[in-house]
C-alpha cells in the first residue's frame, strides 16, 4: 500500500509569538507576577492555566477574567 502525503503549510502567529515574548520579559523583570490563560492550537482545542497571584489569590483572577470576557464580548461585536 502507497502513503500519500500532503505539504501543510505552517502558521506562525507573529502576534502571539510577540505577545508571548513581551510577557516573559516582563514575567523576568519581575513586573508580571501572575497569569491566567488559554491557548488555542491548529485544531481549535484549547488548554488553560494560571499560576503565580493569579493562583494565590483566585478571587482577583476570576475578576480581571470577567473583565477580559467583557472585552472579547465587545471585540466580537465589532468584527460581525
Given at each position: 500500500?502507497?502513503?500519500?502525503f500532503?505539504l501543510v ?7 502571539t ?9 516582563q514575567?523576568?523583570k ?22 503565580g497571584k493569579?493562583h494565590a ?7 480581571l477574567l ?6 472579547l ?8
Open positions: 500500500m502507497t502513503q500519500r500532503r503549510e505552517e502558521y506562525i502567529s507573529d502576534e509569538v510577540a505577545l508571548l515574548e513581551d510577557l516573559l520579559a514575567a523576568v519581575g513586573e508580571v507576577v501572575g497569569i491566567a490563560f488559554i491557548t488555542l492550537n491548529r485544531q481549535n482545542r484549547y488548554s488553560v492555566g494560571w499560576g493569579a489569590e483566585p478571587v482577583l483572577a476570576l475578576g470577567e473583565r477580559l470576557r467583557s472585552q464580548n465587545q471585540h466580537a461585536g465589532e468584527i460581525r
